[in-house]
């Protein structure tokens, strides 16, 4: 059996993150136990800053920012539960630090 394709998509949202996953079917194998492999992609300012991936050899596994961490894959709806997990996470990070430099700029600027 050859790779096939079972799910796409690739979104660009009102800031111009991406978000794009491809899952293809495979024949089980050693790094591929469960019969997929996947990338899923959150793309932030033209960085993957979260990916989660099988790619050859190096089995699942997600990266977050530059750390690359092993995944315990369970299922599809799992991956992507987990994978959406980690976006809101970033976004939530992401805001504090927006609101701790603009507080510190509010309060630079009243001296």
């Keep these: ?57 190096k089995g699942d596994h997600k990266h977050i920012e530059d750390e690359e961490i092993p995944y315990e894959f369970k299922s599809i709806d799992k991956l992507f539960e987990d994978f959406e997990k980690d976006i809101v996470e970033f976004r939530r990070k992401k805001n504090e630090d927006q609101k701790h430099k603009n507080r510190n700029k509010d309060q630079k600027g009243g001296l």
């Design 1 to 57: 059996m050859k790779a096939r394709l079972v799910y796409h998509t690739k979104d660009v949202d009102e800031n111009g993150d991406i978000i794009e996953i491809k899952i293809w079917e495979v024949p089980p194998s050693e790094d591929k136990p469960h019969g997929f492999k996947y990338s899923l992609a959150y793309i932030h300012g033209n960085e993957r800053v979260i990916g989660y991936d099988n790619s050859e050899h």
